[in-house]
C-alpha cells in the first residue's frame, strides 16, 4: 500500500522515482551480467544443476532470459510474458517491441535451485564503429536501460568478466557507470575463466589490467572485491595436471566458486532487506525531491505576489477613474459641474482638455499598462523559472534550505545526501517548468514521508531480530 501512495506522489510531483514494482515480482532474483563468452551461461548451468543455458565461445544467445522454476519444462516468449502483470515484469514493454523480441521465459523443473529466478542477459560486446553516444543502442533498444530497470529488481547481481578482454569494452563500462549506479551493495565482481592461465604471471596481468580498467570508472580510491574463480569441471586429467603449486594455485581459486554460489544461495534472505533499502532511498529521494520543490515554488510565489500587488493597484486606479468618467458624463449631460474637477486639476492637464476626455485618456493608459504587466509578468516568471532550473541555483537552494525546511539543510559532512541531491537535481530540472501544473506539496505530505521512514527503520529492526541478529 505505501508504495502505491510513494508512486502516485511522485507522479504528481514529477518526482525522481522510476514506475518498477518490485514487490510484484514473486521470487528472488539473480542477474548475471558480463562481457561476451565470459561464462555466464555456464555458471548458471552449474548453480541450477543442469544444462538450461546453451554454451559455447561463439555468441549462443542476443537476448534475455528469465529461468524461473516450476512443474515441467516450457518456454514463453516475451510478448507473452510481459502481457502478465502477475509476473512483475510488464514495465519493460516500455522498451519496444525489438526489446520484447529478445526476451524470453523458461520454466524449468528439477532445479538445484528453486526458491528465486535467474535472469542470464546478452554479453556485452562493442559495434564496429560505436561512439560512446550510441552505445547501448546498436541493439535495436536501450540496453543499459533495461539492465538497469532489471538491476534495480535483483538482489543479487552477478558482473563475470573474461580474462582476454578485462573490462575493455565501452558497453561494459557504460553499464557500470549509468545502470549499477547506486546498486554496489548488491554486486558482485568475478574474473571467470582464470584456469585457463597458463602460468601466475598471466594472471597476475589480467587482473591488474580488470583492476585498471575499473579504477576508470568506479569513484573510489579502494577497488571493489574481485572474485577469481572458475567452473570446475569432471576432467580429472586437467585437475590433477601442472605442478603442486599450480595444483594448489587451482584449489584456492576452485574454493572462491563457493562464495560466490553463497551470494546466489542467500538471494532470498537478501530479498527482504532489498526491498526495505530500496523503499527507503525512494522515500528519501521522494522527500528531498518534494522539499527543494516546495523550495522553489515559495520563491515563484514571491514574485507572483509581487506582480499581483501591482495589478491590483492598476485595476483599482482603472475602477476610480472609470467611476469618475460615469460621473462626468452625467454631469455633462445634466448640465451640472464635474464634483471632482478641483481634485482633476492635480493631474495637469491643459486647460483647454475636456475632463470628460482626459479621464478616457487616463483609464485608457491604466488599462494598456495593466495589459502590457501580463506579458511582462509571465516573461519574469518563465525567466525565474529558467534561472531556478540552473545547477548553481538550485544548489544555493539547496544549501540555504536549512532555516525554512530543516530536514533539507546541506551539511558538508553528510556524503549520502550530497549523493541523493546529485540524483535529484537532474529531475528537479525537468520538474520546475512545469511547476505551477503539479500538485502542491503540502505539510501533511512531508509529515507522511517522515512516518514512512519511521516504518521502515521499525521494520528493518523487526526482520534483523527475526534472524537472531
Same mark, same amino acid.
Given at each position: ?30 542477474? =548475471? ?23 559455447? *565461445? ?59 529466478? @535467474? ?195 492598476? =485595476?483599482?486606479?482603472?475602477? *476610480? ?16 459641474? @464635474? ?72 551539511? *558538508? ?57
Amino acid at each position: 500500500k505505501k508504495r502505491d501512495v510513494i508512486a502516485a506522489l511522485n507522479k504528481q510531483l514529477c518526482g525522481p522515482l522510476d514506475d518498477s514494482a518490485p514487490s510484484r515480482i514473486p521470487l528472488p532474483i539473480v542477474l =548475471v551480467l558480463g562481457n561476451h563468452s565470459s561464462g555466464k551461461s555456464t555458471f548458471i548451468n552449474h548453480a541450477l544443476g543442469r544444462q538450461v543455458q546453451h554454451t559455447g *565461445v561463439a555468441v549462443t544467445d542476443d537476448g534475455f532470459t528469465v529461468i524461473k522454476p516450476a512443474s515441467r519444462d516450457g518456454n514463453m516468449d516475451g510478448h507473452a510474458f510481459l502481457g502478465d502483470a502477475n509476473e512483475g515484469f510488464s514495465p519493460l514493454k516500455r522498451f519496444g517491441d525489438d526489446f520484447v523480441n529478445h526476451f524470453v521465459l523458461k520454466m524449468q523443473a528439477n532445479l538445484g535451485l528453486k526458491d528465486m529466478m @535467474f535472469i542470464d542477459s546478452p554479453g556485452m560486446i562493442d559495434a564496429k564503429g560505436a561512439t560512446s553516444a550510441g552505445i547501448g543502442r546498436e541493439r535495436g533498444y536501450d540496453f543499459l536501460g533495461v539492465v538497469k530497470w532489471l538491476a534495480r529488481q535483483a538482489d543479487v547481481i552477478l558482473f563475470f568478466f573474461d580474462p582476454a578482454k578485462p573490462g575493455t569494452t565501452g558497453e561494459t563500462l557504460d553499464c557500470l557507470t549509468k545502470s549499477l549506479s547506486g546498486l554496489e551493495f548488491k554486486l558482485h565482481i568475478v574474473m571467470n575463466k582464470v584456469d585457463s592461465f597458463h602460468n601466475i604471471h598471466d594472471f597476475a596481468r589480467a587482473y591488474g589490467s580488470l583492476c585498471w580498467n575499473l579504477s576508470k570508472v568506479i569513484p573510489r580510491k579502494d577497488m571493489p572485491p574481485i572474485h577469481t574463480m572458475y567452473i570446475p569441471t569432471n576432467d580429472a586429467a586437467t585437475a590433477s595436471s601442472g605442478t603442486d603449486a599450480d595444483n594448489v594455485f587451482r584449489q584456492h581459486l576452485h574454493t572462491t566458486i563457493t562464495n560466490v554460489l553463497g551470494y546466489v544461495k542467500d538471494a532470498p534472505r537478501r530479498r527482504a532487506d532489498n526491498l526495505i533499502t530500496r523503499t527507503r532511498k525512494d522515500v528519501e529521494l521522494l522527500k528531498l525531491h518534494a522539499s527543494i520543490l516546495r523550495l522553489a515554488r515559495h520563491e515563484l510565489m514571491r514574485l507572483n505576489c509581487c506582480c499581483t500587488a501591482l495589478l491590483l493597484v492598476l =485595476v483599482t486606479l482603472w475602477v *476610480v477613474f472609470a467611476y469618475a468618467v460615469a460621473i462626468s458624463s452625467s454631469a455633462s449631460r445634466w448640465g451640472t459641474s @464635474f464634483p471632482l474637477s478641483e481634485w482633476l486639476s492635480l493631474l495637469s492637464l491643459p486647460e483647454d482638455t475636456d475632463v470628460h476626455q482626459g479621464l478616457l485618456a487616463i483609464c485608457f493608459i491604466i488599462l494598456a499598462v495593466a495589459l502590457m504587466l501580463l506579458p511582462f509578468w509571465s516573461h519574469a516568471r518563465s525567466s525565474r523559472i529558467r534561472r531556478l532550473a540552473q545547477s548553481d541555483t538550485l544548489d544555493q537552494l539547496f544549501r540555504c534550505g536549512r532555516g525554512r525546511e530543516p530536514q533539507v539543510g546541506m551539511d *558538508v559532512n553528510d556524503e549520502t545526501l550530497l549523493a541523493q541531491w546529485t540524483s535529484v537535481k537532474t529531475h528537479m530540472k525537468d520538474a520546475l517548468p512545469m511547476i505551477f501544473k503539479l500538485h502542491r506539496v503540502s505539510t501533511a505530505q512531508l509529515k507522511w514521508l517522515d512516518k514512512a521512514l519511521d516504518d521502515l527503520e521499525r521494520l528493518q529492526r523487526q526482520v534483523n531480530h527475526a534472524r537472531g541478529k
